[in-house]
């Protein structure tokens, strides 16, 4: 899970804690979109793989 701070490793790392201000602040500063849409990326997506969101938030806000 994304949000046990015991364990850093690379699964941690590769995801977004949707309840974690901290990681959706660095995550949307990032991508240079608000924190609303990161939320609404995670809801629309179902997922909160760093990877998949970045593509999706790069789809909507590249128009």
């Known amino acids: 899970m994304a949000d046990n701070k015991s364990k850093k490793g690379q699964q941690d790392r590769s ?14 500063d990032k991508m240079g ?11 629309a ?7 998949t969101l970045e593509t999706y938030l790069k789809k909507r806000h590249s128009k």
């Open 15 to 28: 995801k977004v804690s949707g309840t974690e201000n901290y990681e959706i602040q660095y995550f949307k």
């Open 33 to 43: 979109v608000t924190s609303q849409a990161v939320t609404g990326a995670i809801r």
């Open 45 to 51: 997506t179902g997922s909160n793989d760093r990877k």
